[in-house]
T-cell receptor, first 114, second 114 residues
């Protein structure tokens, strides 16, 4: 079955550092790929997505590129802020109509220190 | 309402008790999902509704778990004869259409079985 593997956390960085959170997937076909973020005390929110190979999703300074050849969707940000402290989840969804199930990774907790 | 609303936010149940968790999706949203998130893990799919029809219940872990959405809006997840391994956060999510739309998550119902 489909699966998503994320780098283990927690990750602690200083403000303005460069961030990479690795995500690889195993799936048949051409799934859509997502990054969700969960801020303290809030529900999961969609951060960015990409629906086909070589697409780049971006939002709030975060970027991730869909790499079919390495089955990866690594999350990057050039300069993190304290407000980026949260848990980040990589996820995939198959494009089949009626199959709306998201498959998530285990999450990576990110803490940014001033 | 403005977002997906879940109740109760916190529930402590004695082993063997039945529990019911409620989800109010965003008004007008056709699709509704339930996920289970154990401590330190990513959300795991339980079931999916399109209006009142339960199209996928492949993730329900046992026949003690039952979900319904009788009028195509509010949904209830019922867990009978709760066991300690049922302790988790139960997340509800909804989306406007049936495919390709952003999925919005609620803050979850935290269930602890003692």
């Amino acid at each position: 079955g489909d699966s998503v593997t994320q780098m283990e956390g927690p990750v602690t960085l200083s403000e303005e550092a460069f961030l990479t959170i690795n995500c690889t997937y195993t799936a048949t076909g051409y799934p859509s790929l997502f990054w969700y973020v969960q801020y303290p005390g809030e529900g999961l929110q969609l951060l960015l997505k990409a629906t086909k190979a070589d697409d780049k999703g971006s939002n709030k300074g975060f970027e991730a590129t869909y790499r079919k050849e390495t089955t990866s969707f690594h999350l990057e940000k050039g300069s993190v802020q304290v407000s980026d402290s949260a848990v980040y989840f990589c996820a995939l969804k198959q494009p089949n109509f009626g199959n709306e199930k998201l498959t998530f990774g285990t999450g990576t907790r990110l803490t940014i220190i001033p | 309402g403005a977002g997906v609303s879940q109740s109760p936010r916190y529930k402590v149940a004695k082993r063997g008790q039945d529990v019911a968790l409620r989800c109010d999706p965003i008004s007008g949203h056709v699709s509704l999902f339930w996920y289970q998130q154990a401590l330190g893990q990513g959300p795991e799919f339980l079931t999916y509704f399109q209006n009142e029809a339960q199209l996928d219940k492949s993730g329900l872990p046992s026949d003690r778990f039952f979900a319904e959405r009788p009028e195509g809006s509010v949904s209830t997840l019922k867990i009978q004869r709760t066991q300690q391994e049922d302790s988790a956060v139960y997340l509800c999510a909804s989306s406007l259409g049936t495919s390709g739309n952003t999925i919005y998550f609620g803050e979850g119902s935290w269930l602890t079985v003692v």
